[in-house]
């Protein structure tokens, strides 16, 4: 009865753990803070986290987010492909499937971005999209399919210093956290869904956290807000990155209004 109970829950929420595993990606995304200090992020480096959702009372993990630098030439041009996947357990696939893909095409040491995509497989539900930067960062050319729809393409003005959810993630690791006081918050922008979002971003101290493989860390406290009903309560919204100049992402913390969610690294190579 209590197996019942949880897979039911499972099928009501999914939808809703499922983009709350997408706004995990972006939680750490909207971190960038443009301050000196950077460090080259290093190619060939795969983090693998596990994703889980508190369903009857407990936390259930449901999926892998597994995110990848890889060096890509083209005949006049090099750039780093970084990519986020985001797949459900084979045990949940048969209540609801989730193959999640996230690329972003960047210059291998600015990271300033060329190319977005996202292609999205949500228990049967399709969308993809593509994102393309002009050179001087301030218009992207979107192009979006979803299934059974007409394609739809579209430009958008950005800020200056806008970046993808993917570049924006890695954005962050070249930053000097140790210069942002405690209690400071910094505003930032990123284009998702063909919109540019504005968040905040506020130091919360350091604390030691389980990082897999790489054992206890200490680590920078960060908490995200934004005008959105999507994201609950103040401080509740949180992401723990490594206090050394790697600042790898070890766990992340989200609160919905059905819920809590919650991203653990289980395993770094090639750092």
């Known amino acids: ?23 995990t990606i972006l939680l750490a995304a909207l971190l960038t803070l443009f301050l000196p200090g950077r460090a080259q992020i290093r190619p060939n480096e795969t983090l693998i986290f596990n994703g889980s959702y508190e ?3 407990m936390m259930t993990s449901l999926a892998q987010i597994t995110m990848k630098t890889e060096p890509v030439k083209t005949s006049s041009k090099s750039y780093l492909r970084l990519s986020a996947q985001v797949a459900t357990y084979t045990k949940w696939d048969s209540f609801f ?3 999640d ?3 972003s095409y960047v210059h291998p040491y600015s990271l ?12 049967g539900y399709t969308k993809v999209e593509k994102y393309t930067f002009n050179a001087a960062g301030t218009q992207v050319a979107t192009l979006t399919q979803r299934r059974n729809r007409p ?3 579209g430009n958008v003005t950005i800020s200056a210093n806008t970046l993808d959810a993917v570049t924006l993630v890695y954005k962050l690791r070249t930053v000097d956290l140790s210069k942002v006081a405690k209690g400071q918050s910094l505003r930032f922008s990123m284009i998702f869904d063909r919109k540019e979002h504005f968040v905040w971003v506020k130091m919360m101290g350091k604390e030691t956290v389980s990082a897999g493989n790489l054992g206890k860390i200490e680590c920078y406290k960060l908490s995200i807000s934004a005008k959105t009903d999507k994201l609950r309560g103040v401080d ?6 490594s206090a050394d100049a790697k600042r790898i992402p070890c766990m992340m ?8 969610g919650q991203v653990t690294l289980s395993k770094a190579t090639g750092i």
Do not use: A, C
């Open 112 to 123: 300033k971005p060329t190319l977005f995509k996202r292609n999205v497989y949500e228990g």
């Open 1 to 23: 009865m209590k197996d019942h109970l949880i897979l039911h829950s499972i099928y009501q929420n999914t939808k809703t753990f499922n983009m709350n595993l997408k706004k």
């Open 97 to 99: 499937k989730i193959r």
């Open 151 to 153: 394609q739809e393409t």
């Open 236 to 241: 509740k919204n949180l992401v723990w990155l």
């Open 253 to 260: 913390k989200f609160s919905i209004p059905v819920g809590v």
């Open 55 to 57: 369903l009857s009372g």
């Open 101 to 103: 893909l996230y690329e």
